[in-house]
């Protein structure tokens, strides 16, 4: 309302409104007619510098703008679907910038499995040598002939002996770490997988984008060059979306 400030600081409180009042249908008038003079090559330009400026969602807004604008102009629906696609085909490395690795997380996750079968097999171990001493106990136990030799025979246990109890607390602990550990990874491959998922929807997006782009113009050598690229990262990332899946499926089932 520029141009109207020097109503507000008269003292009668009716100038203000009747000005306002007339002013404010002709600024609406002025938007409506700067906006019908808006051409839709100019809001693709536009697109294209919110592209070189990396805003790469509001790329894709004003290139649906101009479309829209333009329903009939076939030339600038290819380029303009083209540019979506380009625009999402950046967007996914930003996508793919918050996933991670199944290959990784997979081989951490054989490690502590692995580590978790050596820590059951001393496990096992440990029992039988716990069984050994038990038995020892309750001998010497029986043995006893009064309630103050059974008590001594208790406290003299092997089972109480130093290097046992040493040789339990670790393996004890060990297997709570693994355990802890394990979670862990399931928790990293759980939350990997929706963000996979996330990024596989942006490669089908610009591969949708490419595939209509080359449909309205089946010369568009750049389109055609663009959607294999996209069809090559929508199968990698369905295999990696598999990895992970293996890989969870892993460490669940131990």
């Keep these: 309302l520029i141009g109207t400030r020097r109503f507000f600081v008269r003292k009668n409180a009716i100038i203000p409104a009747l000005a306002l009042a007339f002013i404010l249908p002709a600024n609406v008038q002025k938007l409506r007619a700067q906006e019908a003079e808006e051409l839709p090559r100019d ?7 919110f592209y070189k400026e990396g805003e790469f969602a509001k790329a894709k807004e004003s290139f649906t703008r101009a479309m829209k604008m333009a329903p009939d102009d076939f030339a600038l629906h290819a380029k303009a679907l083209y540019n979506m696609g380009d625009a999402e085909y950046r967007l996914l490395d ?13 081989d951490k996750g054989l ?5 978790a079968d050596q820590m059951l097999n001393a496990g096992g171990a440990l029992l039988q040598q716990g069984q050994g001493l038990l038995k020892e106990e309750q001998k010497a136990v029986a043995a006893a002939k009064t309630e103050e030799e059974k008590q001594q025979a208790l406290a003299k246990s092997p089972l109480k002996e130093e290097q046992f109890q040493q040789q339990l607390k670790q393996a004890i602990s060990q297997c709570d770490n693994i355990a802890k550990e394990s979670e862990s990874v399931k928790k990293e491959l759980a939350d990997n997988a929706p963000a996979w998922s996330a990024a596989q929807k942006v ?11 080359l449909a309205l113009m089946p010369d568009f050598a750049d389109a055609k060059k663009n959607l294999e690229a996209a069809e090559t990262a929508d199968k990698n990332i369905s295999n990696e979306i598999d990895k992970n ?9 131990k």
Excluded: R, Y
Excluded at 43 to 49: A, C, I, P, S
Excluded at 94 to 106: F, M, N, Q, R, Y
Excluded at 245 to 253: F, H, P, Q, R, T
């Design 111 to 115: 490690q502590l499995s692995s580590g």
């Design 94 to 106: 930003g996508a793919l910038a918050k996933v991670k690795s199944p290959d990784e997380l997979g």
């Design 203 to 213: 490669a089908q997006s610009a591969q949708k984008n490419f595939a209509s782009a």
């Design 245 to 253: 899946k293996n890989a969870l499926d892993m460490l669940s089932d």
């Design 43 to 49: 809001v693709f330009n536009q697109g294209l510098d």
